[in-house]
């Protein structure tokens, strides 16, 4: 079976950026409905299991370019009470499609925070190692769903 839309597709890869590694693993998705990035989804249209290929996938098709006004200055008691805010910490505010967005608290200057709300991997050139190493027809249950689920049904 080739991948196509709707099919659940497992893959072992290994992501590097300039060289380095990033992320490695294993990994089942259900095509064609977003469940990764959009130049990934596109270089495994139409392969197969047993298929192996590197892909370069640009900004665009993959985190975006970096957004200079997603770096802001928010004051300190927008955050939890109960955390000690450092750089580096990573928390979820509300974005404006009211889907959680992800912040990556900069710096913390007394009750200022500087926060980061591009993704870590935005502006980057994404290198992927691929293997595809399965491929079936989803479940009505992942279809409906929009995603894989385990041998057990979802758990959600």
């Given at each position: 079976?080739?991948?196509?839309?709707?099919?659940?597709?497992?893959?072992?890869?290994?992501?590097?950026?300039?060289?380095?590694?990033?992320?490695?693993?294993?990994?089942?998705?259900?095509?064609?409905?977003?469940?990764?990035?959009?130049?990934?989804?596109?270089?495994?249209?139409?392969?197969?299991?047993?298929?192996?290929?590197?892909?370069?996938?640009?900004?665009?098709?993959?985190?975006?370019?970096?957004?200079?006004?997603?770096?802001?200055?928010?004051?300190?008691?927008?955050?939890?009470?109960?955390?000690?805010?450092?750089p580096g910490m990573q928390f979820y505010a509300?974005?404006?499609?009211?889907?959680?967005?992800?912040?990556?608290?900069?710096?913390?200057?007394?009750?200022?925070?500087?926060?980061?709300?591009?993704?870590p991997l935005a502006g980057e050139t994404l290198n992927?190692?691929?293997?595809?190493?399965?491929?079936?027809?989803?479940?009505?249950?992942?279809?409906?769903?929009?995603?894989?689920?385990?041998?057990?049904?979802?758990?959600?």
């Amino acid at each position: 079976m080739k991948v196509t839309q709707d099919a659940v597709v497992s893959i072992r890869y290994t992501l590097t950026v300039d060289g380095q590694v990033l992320d490695q693993g294993d990994l089942d998705y259900l095509h064609g409905h977003g469940n990764i990035i959009q130049g990934l989804e596109e270089a495994l249209e139409g392969k197969q299991a047993g298929d192996s290929m590197n892909v370069v996938i640009p900004p665009e098709k993959a985190y975006g370019d970096r957004n200079e006004e997603g770096v802001m200055v928010v004051p300190l008691q927008a955050f939890p009470q109960d955390s000690e805010v450092q750089p580096g910490m990573q928390f979820y505010a509300e974005g404006q499609d009211g889907r959680p967005l992800p912040i990556t608290v900069l710096e913390v200057n007394g009750d200022e925070v500087t926060v980061d709300s591009n993704h870590p991997l935005a502006g980057e050139t994404l290198n992927f190692a691929v293997e595809v190493t399965g491929v079936r027809p989803a479940s009505q249950e992942e279809l409906d769903h929009g995603h894989v689920h385990g041998p057990g049904g979802h758990n959600h």
